[in-house]
């Protein structure tokens, strides 16, 4: 099997697995009982877990990604409340500066892992929209009733879709944007 090629290999280059650090998750989209594999390294049963932690993104056994998304949204939900605070009306900090931090504080957040978790359903991936118009609303200073669209050109603010698409292709776009305009 698989593992113990694995074990022989690490117990001839000198690397040692931790077992207390491995676990496995079955992914697998079936409805019905389905039995979890039992699995040895180093004569040790690893643990089958529901979800784990991996790179910073959190994997479930479906790879519905609804606790990354959910995790993530509260991490970008205390950051924006830093934004808030920093955006004031009478003493904050002007559009450019707030749109700084919304790009370096939040939209770095959004953006990690995008590839990977953007294959999840579009209704669970619309949980992280209000956070980057609410953000948006905030760095320009604008309505709420303000479209997201004008927002978006606005603060040349690509839509949290279409992040993963132009991200592998900012050799090709000389300005370096998602609209292809000079930003600051």
Request: proline fraction near 4%.
């Amino acid at each position: 099997m698989l593992l113990n090629n694995l074990q022989v290999w690490s117990d001839t280059n000198g690397f040692k697995f931790s077992a207390t650090k491995t676990v496995c998750v079955h992914f697998c989209n079936q409805r019905g009982l389905h039995l979890d594999p039992q699995l040895y390294l180093n004569g040790q049963l690893i643990p089958v877990v529901k979800e784990t932690k991996f790179l910073g993104v959190i994997f479930d056994n479906k790879l519905s990604f609804v606790s990354h998304l959910k995790h993530l949204k509260t991490k970008c939900n205390k950051s924006l409340n830093l934004l808030r605070v920093v955006s004031h009306k009478d003493w904050g900090g002007d559009t450019r500066v707030l749109l700084r931090l919304y790009r370096h504080l939040i939209r770095s957040k959004l953006d990690y892992g995008s590839i990977v978790y953007g294959s999840a359903r579009a209704s669970y991936l619309t949980m992280l929209d209000p956070i980057q118009n609410q953000s948006l609303r905030l760095c320009l200073g604008a309505f709420r009733t303000s479209p997201v669209e004008s927002l978006q050109v606005e603060a040349n603010e690509a839509p949290l879709g279409l992040a993963p698409c132009w991200m592998g292709e900012r050799e090709n776009n000389p300005a370096g944007s998602p609209l292809g305009v000079k930003g600051d």
